[in-house]
């Protein structure tokens, strides 16, 4: 399972409740993110965060998240998966069709080239995508951190269109994709997702 939305929208909050809440009703669950969840991916991750390069082109941009994210599905996700845990995962792929795809404007094919490569065959049973606009949600994130990310540092439009695509991707797979409204407060948000969860464990005839 995935969490994704643009920077401010409570992804990490809704991440450790939701892994609370299942762990609650007596299952396994690993918590990971992107890019990170292994000590290459985490090493990577702090290279395409860090603000102090020279310009970073889309294409070494997007071939560093897939190293990173091959790198995480091998060593930790499978592993996970393979040992029964429920494994919920702080963004994936789903991430690189907005930021790159959508905010970037790489090719679509491109990345699912890639995303076959890094996870063949292996895909979220359930994502869940926080919504907000760019204007409140930015606000939010920069009013968290002092120092902006490289991509935190991207302006509203790259975020606008990163928004677009993440509502383009649910509208196409309304079955995988649960769009949560995240301008409500954390309990209403809490409480929305923890009804996306209930349906899954309902469904899975937990
Ligand atoms: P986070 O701060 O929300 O954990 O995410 C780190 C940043 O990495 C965030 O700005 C989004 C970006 N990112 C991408 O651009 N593409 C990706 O595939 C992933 C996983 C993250």
Known sequence: MTFEGIEGVGKSTQVA???????????????????????????????????????????TELLLLFAARASHVAERIVPALERGQWVLCDRF??????????GRGLPAA?????????????????TVLLDAPP??????????????DRFEQEDLGFFARVRAEYLAIAAREP??????????????????????????LAASGR
């Open 17 to 59: 409740l939701a892994a609370e809440w299942l762990r609650g009703r007596g299952l396994d669950v690993l918590t990971t993110r992107e890019p990170g969840g292994t000590r290459l991916a985490e090493e990577l991750r702090r290279l395409l965060l860090d603000c102090d390069h020279e310009h970073i082109a889309g294409t």
């Open 93 to 102: 792929t789903d991430a690189t069709r907005a930021y790159q795809g959508g």
């Open 110 to 126: 491109l990345i699912e080239q890639l995303a076959a490569i890094a996870h063949p065959g292996l895909s979220p049973d359930l």
């Open 135 to 148: 204007e409140l949600a930015l606000a939010r994130a920069r009013i968290r951190s002092s120092h902006p």
């Open 175 to 200: 079955r995988r994709l649960r769009t949560v409204d995240a301008t409500a407060g954390v309990e209403a948000v809490t409480r929305a997702v923890a009804a996306v969860l209930g349906a899954l």
